[in-house]
């Protein structure tokens, strides 16, 4: 996560989005990152606004808007499998290692996921309590000028590219059309952020 106050903006670090490539190149520019705890650097929208925000810049935290980055959830699910293949994790619980992407999205989708399916959810990412989407900028993984030229204007300095972080081995991932069908079905409300965010 990273804050600009003279732009009063947050930059939200939605996992598996891109994020961390973004701290590396502008979080000297930022007036506050949080790397870590993860449990920090990845603050969801709703503790942002009702906790995170009134306790780092308190009568002026109403000021704030606040920004996302959302990958197309087959995208989305395809990294997570994909990072949680590499070696380092191999013999751990959350390792993908052995396993294919229809099983991946099988486990996810299950009532009782094992440790290795379980990610989380981008729309719950930047929703409240009731479902309702309360970041103001949504930005696509797959239009990166679009979201460069936004933060640019905003910050008032040419953003460039950002260095590649974080990437993952090359596996297929490869879905059953029943399976992608249920995928769409059960975590509709990520497919309606995805089209929201591309639809700008």
Known sequence: MMAFWAAK???LSVPKTG???YMDAL???ADVVLRHPQNLKHTNAQRMRNKLLPT???DQAGTFETLAVIREPVDWLGSWYRYRSRDALNGKPNSTAGRSFNDFVAAHLSDDPPAWAVVGSQARFVSNGQGAVIVDHLFTYDRQDDLRAFLSARLGFTVPTPPARNVSPELAL????ELAARL???RAADFAVYARAKGG
Do not use: M
Request: glycine share 6%; proline share 5%; hydrophobic share 35%.
């Open 56 to 58: 780092l810049f308190q």
């Open 19 to 21: 994020t961390h490539a």
């Open 184 to 186: 769409r079905d059960e």
């Open 9 to 11: 903006l947050v930059f």
């Open 174 to 177: 490869d879905l059953s059309p």
């Open 27 to 29: 979080g000297d520019r």
